[in-house]
């Protein structure tokens, strides 16, 4: 214990001195000798989940070239690119030169990712000299000219190594079906989205009583534990929603209320669309769901409730049940521009990067999250993501352009149309007349859930609110929270007028995901 706390004396009075001279080593660098209860906290304060994400420092194609960056470890770093044909092929391969230099310190180091469409592959340099990364033969034609025309892209892992592992330490727990991955989330979205978790005075269920729902009334769900409470943090961060997940009730001519979900796990483990009986989805809510769901209610106004053909949405919700669903569209309804969509250090470099990896890890998977949809957009079938990227740029265009391509209601993919949670509501809100006049220009598929949770369909008038709403909590939301320990708080809630072509060029930056008037 002696030798720690001198260790972090030594950080201490090195933190505070200038030197003349490259220190032999950053604060940073000596942090993980230290005890966990001294490191960790401060290890937290410098790295977080997002610095996992690399960013684009540039792209090598020729010696000519004159691509220099500053790294987190080498503050002075340069590439370029030399063709050759050692392996004797029909178009040869590529010696990556990396010259870095100027560490801000002897024990630091740079973590980089490499890619072309066809390829990826990662290195990290220590030393102070020029480094090489061999490609001895290009995958083809395709790959040859497109590093040719466009350069082998770089990537830096800007917290370094061990900010990345700090980094993946801060991801990991977001994933746990603990306290620990709860507290997690809570911390990150916090942290990063700028979000409150304000405690609710107990009971934290409500009493429901069903008669009070209608056929039309949103269910808006956060979750914030376990794998979903994860993936629904991520989703939340990327595109400002305050909820995750969305469901739909319906009564039939019986009486009997229902639930329409897209996203419901069936005995095998898919996700589908389905249509369920209320008490079973409550009771599953209450009883099953590990995720610690908080729900809130959100009923429609009368007049909306009054046009709602509830003919046309059963027709709708039957005709989609037991379909799978829709993965496709999820990472175009949050990408409507250029660059002011993604949260630092995301950008269109970045995705194309991570579509990439995974391509190469998961490609059953690939194709079913975007490879079909960037097809659409390009009018083409059947190009996976290398042919994809190649084919943009042959079109004169980039991918970051080809992102912000709307998605398309009437886009039919291998399985069907692309319906995830909120594209399965707000098309069923558009068969029951709630968008009319303008349904016929509306994109739902575009939609978030913010941008649904923001319509001006639901109630304004709190008087008018069930009895039950809200019950013994002492901020009266305009809508009904009925689970959850945290309020749950819907910026910009019931606010938004349907528009032609809603949605569609949307910017949406964190913290505060400001928009412009017409958005």
Same mark, same amino acid.
């Given at each position: 214990?002696? /030798?720690?706390?001198?260790?972090?004396?030594?950080?201490?009075?090195?933190?505070?001195?200038?030197?003349?001279?490259?220190?032999?080593?950053?604060?940073?660098?000596?942090?993980?000798?230290?005890?966990?209860?001294?490191?960790?906290?401060?290890?937290?304060?410098?790295?977080?989940?997002?610095?996992?994400?690399?960013?684009?420092?540039?792209?090598?194609?020729?010696?000519?070239?004159?691509?220099?960056?500053?790294?987190?470890?080498?503050?002075?770093?340069?590439?370029?690119?030399?063709?050759?044909?050692?392996?004797?092929?029909?178009?040869?391969?590529?010696?990556?030169?990396?010259?870095?230099?100027?560490?801000?310190?002897?024990?630091?180091?740079?973590?980089?990712?490499?890619?072309?469409?066809?390829?990826?592959?990662?290195?990290?340099?220590?030393?102070?000299?020029?480094?090489?990364?061999?490609?001895?033969?290009?995958?083809?034609?395709?790959?040859?000219?497109?590093?040719?025309?466009?350069?082998?892209? /770089?990537?830096?892992?800007?917290?370094?190594?061990?900010?990345?592992?700090?980094?993946?330490?801060?991801?990991?727990?977001?994933?746990?079906?603990?306290?620990?991955?709860?507290?997690?989330?809570?911390?990150?979205?916090?942290?990063?989205?700028?979000?409150?978790?304000?405690?609710?005075?107990?009971?934290?269920?409500?009493?429901?009583? #069903?008669?009070?729902?209608?056929?039309?009334?949103?269910?808006?769900?956060?979750?914030?534990?376990?794998?979903?409470?994860?993936?629904?943090?991520?989703?939340?961060?990327?595109?400002?929603?305050?909820?995750?997940?969305?469901?739909?009730?319906?009564?039939?001519?019986?009486?009997?209320?229902?639930?329409?979900?897209?996203?419901?796990?069936?005995?095998?483990?898919?996700?589908?669309?389905?249509?369920?009986?209320?008490?079973?989805?409550?009771?599953?809510?209450?009883?099953?769901?590990?995720?610690?769901?908080?729900?809130?209610?959100?009923?429609?106004?009368? #007049?909306?409730?009054?046009?709602?053909?509830?003919?046309?949405?059963?027709?709708?919700?039957?005709?989609?049940?037991?379909?799978?669903?829709?993965?496709?569209?999820?990472?175009?309804?949050?990408?409507?521009?250029?660059?002011?969509?993604?949260?630092?250090?995301?950008?269109?470099?970045?995705?194309?990067?991570?579509?990439?990896?995974?391509?190469?890890?998961?490609?059953?998977?690939?194709?079913?999250?975007?490879?079909? #949809?960037?097809?659409?957009?390009?009018?083409?079938?059947?190009?996976?993501?290398?042919?994809?990227?190649?084919?943009?740029?042959?079109?004169?265009?980039?991918?970051?352009?080809?992102?912000?391509?709307?998605?398309?209601?009437?886009?039919?993919?291998?399985?069907?149309?692309?319906?995830?949670?909120?594209?399965?509501?707000?098309?069923?809100?558009?068969?029951?007349?709630?968008?009319?006049?303008?349904?016929?220009?509306?994109?739902?598929?575009?939609?978030?859930?913010?941008?649904?949770?923001?319509?001006?369909?639901?109630?304004?008038?709190?008087?008018?609110?069930?009895?039950?709403?809200?019950?013994?909590?002492?901020?009266?939301?305009?809508?009904?929270? /009925?689970?959850?320990?945290?309020?749950?708080?819907?910026?910009?809630?019931?606010?938004?007028?349907?528009?032609?072509?809603?949605?569609?060029?949307?910017?949406?930056?964190?913290?505060?995901?400001?928009?412009?008037?017409?958005?």
């Amino acid at each position: 214990m002696k /030798i720690a706390w001198l260790l972090l004396l030594l950080l201490v009075s090195v933190s505070v001195q200038v030197w003349a001279l490259k220190s032999p080593f950053h604060p940073r660098d000596v942090l993980p000798l230290l005890p966990k209860q001294l490191s960790w906290p401060i290890l937290n304060r410098l790295h977080s989940a997002v610095d996992l994400l690399p960013v684009f420092v540039g792209a090598a194609s020729s010696p000519d070239d004159n691509l220099k960056w500053k790294g987190a470890c080498f503050y002075e770093n340069k590439a370029w690119m030399v063709f050759h044909n050692k392996s004797g092929t029909q178009f040869g391969g590529g010696t990556l030169h990396l010259k870095v230099s100027n560490a801000h310190s002897w024990t630091c180091m740079d973590l980089y990712i490499f890619a072309t469409p066809y390829r990826v592959t990662w290195d990290y340099y220590f030393l102070a000299r020029e480094h090489t990364l061999e490609i001895k033969e290009w995958e083809g034609k395709a790959e040859y000219e497109y590093v040719k025309n466009h350069g082998l892209s /770089i990537f830096l892992l800007q917290a370094g190594m061990l900010g990345t592992l700090q980094a993946l330490w801060e991801v990991f727990p977001l994933f746990t079906n603990t306290g620990w991955g709860e507290n997690s989330n809570i911390k990150f979205l916090e942290k990063h989205m700028g979000a409150s978790f304000e405690v609710r005075p107990q009971p934290w269920v409500t009493n429901v009583s #069903a008669d009070d729902i209608h056929s039309g009334d949103f269910l808006a769900v956060s979750k914030i534990r376990g794998r979903w409470g994860a993936f629904e943090t991520l989703e939340k961060w990327v595109s400002g929603a305050y909820a995750g997940h969305t469901a739909v009730c319906l009564r039939d001519s019986s009486g009997k209320l229902w639930v329409g979900e897209s996203g419901h796990e069936n005995e095998k483990g898919e996700d589908i669309i389905a249509v369920i009986p209320w008490e079973e989805w409550w009771d599953f809510e209450l009883n099953n769901d590990d995720s610690n769901p908080h729900i809130a209610l959100l009923p429609l106004h009368p #007049a909306l409730r009054a046009r709602f053909n509830e003919t046309a949405a059963w027709e709708y919700a039957l005709s989609m049940a037991g379909k799978p669903y829709g993965y496709h569209n999820m990472i175009f309804s949050w990408i409507d521009t250029l660059n002011e969509n993604y949260p630092p250090p995301l950008d269109a470099n970045v995705v194309a990067c991570v579509m990439t990896i995974w391509s190469q890890l998961q490609p059953e998977y690939a194709a079913n999250m975007w490879n079909e #949809a960037l097809n659409k957009r390009l009018g083409t079938k059947g190009l996976d993501l290398s042919e994809v990227l190649v084919e943009v740029e042959k079109r004169g265009s980039s991918f970051d352009e080809l992102l912000t391509i709307p998605e398309q209601d009437d886009w039919i993919y291998s399985d069907g149309k692309s319906t995830s949670c909120i594209a399965f509501i707000l098309e069923m809100y558009k068969e029951a007349g709630l968008f009319d006049p303008v349904a016929s220009s509306v994109q739902v598929t575009e939609f978030t859930i913010k941008d649904a949770y923001i319509l001006n369909f639901f109630e304004n008038n709190s008087t008018r609110l069930p009895k039950w709403c809200n019950d013994g909590d002492t901020v009266k939301l305009p809508y009904c929270q /009925i689970k959850g320990k945290y309020r749950m708080d819907l910026p910009g809630y019931n606010t938004m007028q349907p528009y032609p072509h809603m949605n569609e060029r949307c910017p949406s930056l964190p913290p505060k995901y400001s928009r412009p008037q017409n958005c």
